[in-house]
Each structure stands twice: as C-alpha cells, then as structure tokens.
C-alpha cells in the first residue's frame, strides 16, 4: 500500500475550508481536508469527459463557439470540451480556487494532457456564478462540474448555484440553442422539477453505473 504524498493544500474561499492536492504512485486526488470527502480521482475520469462530450455535441464542425467549463478540477471536461469543439472556438473555465490553476501548470496537468496551456483556453478565476450575472447569451455551452452533484459541497455558497433564480440567469447567457450540462454522482427529481421550472429542455444521461449528467437545452 503505497502512502498518498501531499502536494498542495489551498484555503477555499468564503469559509470552504481547506483543498488538498495528493499523489498516491500515478493516481492524483483533490479532495477536501477531513472526512468532507473526494472532489475529484485522476483514477476515475470518464463521466467528466462525457459531461463535455454530451454538452458540446451540437457543435460539432460549428466555428467560432464559445463553451463555458466550472470548474477546472484536473482538467478532464476542458480536455474534452476542447476535442469536441472547432478550433475556432473558445473554452473559458471558471475556477474557484487558483491554487487548483496552479496545480495543472505543474504535473498534475499531465494528466489530461495539459490542456489549461491550449491556446483557445481562458482561464477565469473566481466563482462560476459571477459568470451567470451578465445577461449576456455568450455561451453555446455551459459544462458545470463543481460539485458532487446539484448541492453546494465545496463551499455552501454553491447551493445558491442551483436554485431557480441561478437557473435562469444561466440561461440567460446561454445562446440560442445552447446546452448547459450538469455533471452529478446522483439523479436528483427535486432538481428536475427546478430545472422545468427554469422552462429547459431536460434530458438526463447515465454514464457508467454510478455517474450521470444532465443535458438542459435553451429553447
Ligand atoms: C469535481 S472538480 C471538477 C472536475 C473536472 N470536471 C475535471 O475534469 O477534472 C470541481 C472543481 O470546481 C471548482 N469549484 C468549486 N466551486 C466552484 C465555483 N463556484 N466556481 C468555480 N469553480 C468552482 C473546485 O475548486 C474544483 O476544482
């Protein structure tokens, strides 16, 4: 059994506590400090490719798309936002805490193949939800990862993330069209409900056995 070697820890704005980075042989983890839990396993990647996967299907061959991707994490979803989309197009993605920014210019980044050094990523540091406050439609798709699943976990103030008020102005930057997907360890009714309620089109996705995402498109 090999010991897991700790490489960064970072402070979690507004009282999240502490992030931490280990390495255990080849496999990376990000995970909340205590018993809080695993945020994100290098071992274990596949649904946050296919969140970037469903998301951006519709804009296969289209130029000139813009895909928002919250948050970073090790860099899976923007990888495979990135392959999924033209190369005139551009991936923001949204990070919380810079210190994970920080962590995938060094090795950790090898893991998804470096992809936060592309030159169509755009990273914007910061909470995802000052994104949503603009009104604008700027987004063709928008891949949201930065929870277990549709309930504040790396700081309480993500719960605001998923309410109808957030929900709305989501889709109020969304473009025409446009797809917001929602990765989750769980399939969440009550959240359904809410995301009717925001008048999107649901479609929800299982992704191996225990992970699903949900596929919401702009009407
Ligand atoms: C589950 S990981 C994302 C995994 C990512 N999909 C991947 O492919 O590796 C969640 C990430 O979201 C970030 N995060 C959490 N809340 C956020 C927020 N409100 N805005 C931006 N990033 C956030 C965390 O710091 C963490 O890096």
């Known amino acids: 059994m090999i010991t897991p070697t700790l490489l960064g820890t970072a402070v979690i704005p507004n009282n999240g506590g502490e992030l931490r980075l280990t390495q255990r042989g080849n496999d990376f ?3 909340l400090k205590g018993l809080r839990g695993e945020l994100m396993n290098s071992r274990v990647h596949s649904s946050e490719l296919a969140l970037a996967e469903l998301g951006c299907a519709h ?3 289209v130029q000139n798309t813009t895909v928002l991707v919250g948050g970073l994490g090790m860099g899976f979803t923007l990888a495979a936002a990135l392959k999924a989309t033209t190369k005139s197009s551009t991936i923001e993605v949204a990070e919380l805490v810079p210190e994970v920014a920080e962590w995938n210019k060094g090795p950790l980044g090898e893991c998804a193949g470096r992809p936060i050094d592309d030159k169509r990523t755009v990273v914007r540091l910061g909470d995802v939800a000052a994104l949503f406050k603009t ?4 987004y063709d798709a928008i891949l949201l990862d930065v929870d277990n699943g549709p309930e504040g976990f790396t700081h ?5 993330l998923y309410s109808l008020n957030s929900l709305l102005a989501i889709k109020q930057t969304l473009r025409p069209k446009g797809v917001l997907a929602i990765w989750s360890a769980w399939h969440d009714p009550t959240f359904t409900q809410q995301l009717k309620k925001a008048r999107f089109k649901e479609d929800v996705k299982t992704v191996r056995v225990w992970q699903s995402a949900t596929k919401l498109q702009n009407t």
């Open 29 to 31: 983890s990000i995970h």
């Open 59 to 61: 804009l296969q061959g």
């Open 135 to 138: 009104n604008k439609p700027s």
């Open 156 to 160: 309480a103030d993500n719960n605001n």
